[in-house]
C-alpha cells in the first residue's frame, strides 16, 4: 500500500472519497474530500462530522511524499490547520494548488518551506479551474476513466505556466474577504 494512502486511512482522513487507488502514471491518486479538523467524537463507533475539510481534493503521489494537490479550502482559515495537519507528507517540489473560497485575489506563497499556488474560488469549480490551467476542455476527457481524468489533467498541470505572482503569507491574508461563495439559483 502507498504511504500516502495509509497515512490518510491510518488516519481517518478520507471524507466522501470517489477514487482512492493508483492509476498508470501514479502510485496512488486520491479525489474527494480530506479531514483537516475531525468531528467530536461521541461514542467508540459515533463521530459527528468533520469540523473543517479540504473539499474537491485532487491528490497524486508517486512516492512518500504528495507530489500534487488540487482542493478547495471554504476559508483561508483552513490554511494553517491543513499544513499542520499534512506537512509530513508534503514535499518542498510538490505542486500545490488551492482554491480558496474567501479570497479576493491570487498568489504563489511558501510556507513551512513548501511553495503554495493559492486561487480565489467563486463561483466554479476546483475540476474545471484545473482544466482552465491545464488548457483542457471537458471534451479532452470524455471518453476517459477516473484514473485517467487524474494522469491526464495532473501532467498537464506540471507542464502549465501558473501565471500568478509572488505573495506574502501576509499579503495573501490581506486579500480574505468577510464574503463567501456567492450562491445562484433557488435557495
Known amino acids: 500500500m502507498s504511504a500516502i494512502k495509509s497515512f490518510i486511512y491510518d488516519n481517518n482522513l478520507q471524507w466522501q472519497a470517489s477514487y482512492s487507488d ?3 502514471n501514479c502510485d496512488y491518486a486520491y479525489r474527494g474530500s480530506l479531514v483537516i479538523t475531525p468531528g467530536k467524537v461521541l461514542s467508540a463507533d459515533k463521530q459527528l462530522p468533520p469540523k473543517a475539510t479540504a473539499t474537491q481534493m485532487i491528490l ?24 499542520e495537519r499534512y506537512k509530513e507528507v508534503l514535499s518542498p517540489e510538490g505542486l500545490y494548488l488551492l482554491f480558496v473560497t474567501d479570497l479576493d485575489g491570487d498568489g504563489k506563497i511558501s510556507y513551512e518551506g ?9 463561483e466554479s469549480s476546483v475540476w474545471n479551474e484545473l482544466l482552465d490551467h491545464a ?7 470524455k471518453r476517459l476513466s477516473p484514473a ?8 498537464e498541470i506540471k507542464r502549465s505556466t501558473l501565471r500568478i505572482g509572488d505573495k506574502t503569507y501576509d499579503e495573501i491574508k490581506a486579500l480574505q474577504s468577510d464574503e463567501g461563495k456567492q ?5
Open 22 to 24: 493508483k492509476t498508470d
Open 114 to 122: 513548501f511553495t503554495f499556488n493559492m486561487f480565489s474560488l467563486d
Open 135 to 141: 488548457d483542457l476542455s471537458k471534451g479532452d476527457l
Open 183 to 187: 450562491l445562484f439559483g433557488a435557495v
Open 148 to 155: 485517467e481524468k487524474i494522469d491526464e489533467v495532473y501532467s
Open 60 to 83: 497524486a503521489s508517486n512516492s512518500d511524499k504528495i507530489d500534487f494537490i488540487a482542493c478547495e479550502l471554504e476559508t483561508l482559515d483552513f490554511f494553517e490547520p491543513f499544513v
